[in-house]
């Protein structure tokens, strides 16, 4: 089992659409939770940044973690196609400064 | 204030050629991630390291790779006898002591041996 699991999608959807991306996690470990945004052909920009289990809200973005069920979600209200990118979950555990473990992304493209 | 740069941005190697990347970190960061990115796949940990330390090489390959973080200058990534699977976007991230706030990644190196 890996780590950490993310559907590659391709996910498509109409402008205006509310979408919704999610990670599961094995490592109980993990305490701090991320998305990362990346463009094609550029460096991943962070999203979202939350702590232990609960909700987060930033604009459009909610970040949604249940450290119960292993499980983390990503919602963005509204979609632009400017959303049009891929999304990548991040985590780590508890110590200072931990490598981050990756998902594989999901592809995003939300159409105009 | 500089984000994380990283150069350079392409880098065309051939077969048994050496490949140096270069991350400076954001100001006020003291610790280095380094990541590779193959095609469709996620951003896979290679190396962490603070100033004049490796703190956790557990993701670099056994052979031809090496990463330094000295006192003065930027961090360097080094691939010795390139091959033609080395061919992927290098990302360097960096972070304060603390590790809060997430981790600011670069614009990458795309390396592609030929």
């Known amino acids: 089992q890996k780590e950490v699991e993310q559907d590659p999608g391709p996910l498509s959807v109409p402008e205006g659409a509310i979408v919704s991306l999610n990670c599961t996690y094995s490592?109980?470990?993990?305490?701090?939770f991320m998305w990362y945004r990346q463009y094609s052909r550029k460096g991943p920009e962070l999203l979202m940044y939350t702590y232990s289990s609960g909700n987060k809200e930033d604009g459009r973005f909610t970040a949604q973690v249940d450290k119960s069920s292993k499980y983390i979600s990503l919602f963005i209200r509204d979609s632009q196609p400017s959303d049009s990118a891929t999304y990548l979950c991040a985590m780590r555990g508890q110590g200072g400064s931990e490598k981050l473990v990756f998902g594989k992304g999901t592809k995003l493209t939300v159409n105009p | 204030n500089a984000g994380v740069m990283q150069n350079p941005r392409h880098l065309v190697r051939r077969r048994g050629q050496e490949a140096r990347l270069r991350c400076s970190p954001m100001k006020g960061h003291s610790h280095v991630y380094w990541y590779r990115q193959l095609p469709e796949e996620g951003l896979k940990f290679m190396v962490y390291?603070?100033?004049?330390?490796?703190?956790?090489e557990s993701g670099m390959p056994k052979e031809r790779f090496s990463a330094e973080f000295p006192k003065e200058g930027p961090s360097i990534l080094r691939i010795q006898q390139v091959v033609r699977g080395d061919s992927a976007a290098y990302f360097c991230?960096?972070?304060?002591?603390?590790?809060?706030?997430?981790?600011?990644f670069g614009s990458g190196t795309r390396l592609t041996v030929v």
């Open positions: 390291l603070q100033k004049e330390n490796i703190i956790d």
């Open positions: 490592n109980s470990a993990f305490q701090y």
């Open positions: 991230a960096s972070s304060p002591p603390n590790g809060r706030d997430g981790y600011t």
